[in-house]
């Protein structure tokens, strides 16, 4: 349980960071989000909750493609599963914006905005969880 609980945490700061080092400034490849303390931490779980569920998945058929391109699907599975997290954060109320999405369909404004989201999302979180003991 403490595990859980430490994890949600470091998500939510890492979710925190990712919204203020990549605000929407008048070009559709950021990535924002306009609620409280408590909505990061519900962006925390939905997004634990997608790579729990959907994430192994999506990875394990995607192997042999993985194989071939040498790990780089993998950055764009993370986007995908981070643009999921952004549609059920929408559904939920919780307004979470990458570039155009979700009001708008994929564009590549959108996808741009979801592999640097989701890089510099993995990126703040191993950091914090160096600093952070599990």
């Not at 997004?47 to 192997?63: Q, T």
């Amino acid at each position: 349980m403490r595990g859980f609980i430490v994890g949600t945490a470091i998500t939510a700061i890492a979710f925190y960071v990712l919204t203020k080092l990549l605000p929407d400034a008048n070009i559709n490849t950021g990535v924002t989000y306009d609620g409280e303390l408590i909505g990061l931490v519900v962006l925390a779980v939905i997004f634990g909750a997608v790579n729990g569920l959907i994430g192994p998945l999506v990875k394990m058929l995607a192997m042999p493609i993985s194989l071939i391109t040498m790990g780089l699907v993998g950055f764009v599975i993370n986007a995908g599963l981070f643009l999921v997290t952004a549609f059920i954060a929408d559904s939920t109320g919780f307004n979470l914006t990458v570039g155009d999405f979700p009001p708008d369909l994929l564009t590549a404004d959108t996808l741009v905005a979801a592999i640097i989201g989701s890089l510099v999302l993995s990126i703040v979180g191993t950091v914090v969880r160096l600093v952070v003991p599990d």
